[in-house]
């Protein structure tokens, strides 16, 4: 096989694969447990950002100032992304009036629009690590993918979670996560063309991802889970946000501990 057919079938089979398996595990989650579930979407956004993206993005860019910009950019950017969002939705109803509903049935595909955008950048970036590690070395590439797909797991799971929060149905979520995956293998393609001048643009783009994951944990979810502020509602929120945290951390090191430094 050429180098560009090991990407192109390490990067669909670990878009296809990653999909799969969140999938399998969120979308048999019966909708009653979708609001305890959230919180361990919590924990994975969090870890993810916070244990993993940022120290990559970090050790990729020459200017943390200006990566710091483009973070802070990014997290302006959703906001008015979210703002869009809204506006559509109160020329469809009263808003005012349509308040307690839309408490009770999720925030009508606002996060689940800024997560889409987010895991987007995150897939794309994935499939220029992949290619730059089949470029490297094939066994190296191997590994990387599977890594890679190992760690997406838990975040794709995440991304199930709140496309449901967010009133979509099973199969459009799904659709929406399988075509945000297809950005995996266009990162390959383009990295593989143009591995040189795509590397500045990595730590950009972790930034961007870096800013969805934040706006969407801290902006719409948090805010939810104190919605129910009684002690054992508050008990398993933390129990499940931490063990969110905990997975990404578990992954990631045993992820790290086969492939080396990503």
Not at 67 to 93: N, S, T
Request: aromatic content about 6%.
């Amino acid at each position: 096989m050429t180098t560009l057919a090991w990407i192109l079938t390490a990067t669909i089979a670990g878009g296809l694969l990653s999909v799969a398996a969140a999938a399998a595990l969120a979308l048999n989650a019966r909708a009653s447990q979708v609001p305890i579930l959230i919180s361990y979407a919590v924990g994975t956004l969090l870890g993810a950002v916070f244990l993993e993206l940022l120290p990559q993005a970090f050790g990729m860019s020459d200017n943390l100032e200006s990566l710091a910009g483009v973070i802070l950019a990014g997290l302006l950017l959703f906001f008015v992304l979210e703002k869009l969002v809204l506006w559509r939705h109160c020329h469809q109803e009263e808003c005012e009036g349509h308040v307690p509903q839309a408490v009770a049935a999720g925030d009508h595909g606002r996060s689940g629009a800024v997560i889409i955008i987010g895991d987007t950048f995150h897939n794309l970036v994935d499939g220029v690590l992949i290619a730059a590690a089949f470029l490297a070395n094939h066994n190296l590439g191997v590994v990387t993918a599977l890594a890679i797909i190992a760690h997406e797991i838990p975040q794709e799971v995440s991304d199930f979670l709140i496309l449901l929060h967010s009133g979509y149905t099973k199969a459009r979520a799904l659709l929406l996560n399988v075509v945000s995956s297809a950005a995996m293998v266009a990162g390959g393609v383009i990295a593989y063309f143009a591995l040189q001048t795509m590397q500045q643009w990595i730590a950009p783009l972790l930034g961007i991802a870096i800013a969805s994951m934040l706006y969407v944990a801290v902006a719409d979810l948090i805010p939810g889970l104190h919605r129910r502020p009684e002690l054992l509602a508050t008990v398993q929120q933390v129990v499940m946000i931490a063990l969110g945290v905990g997975t990404i951390w578990l992954v990631g090191d045993l992820a790290h501990a086969h492939a080396g430094p990503r």
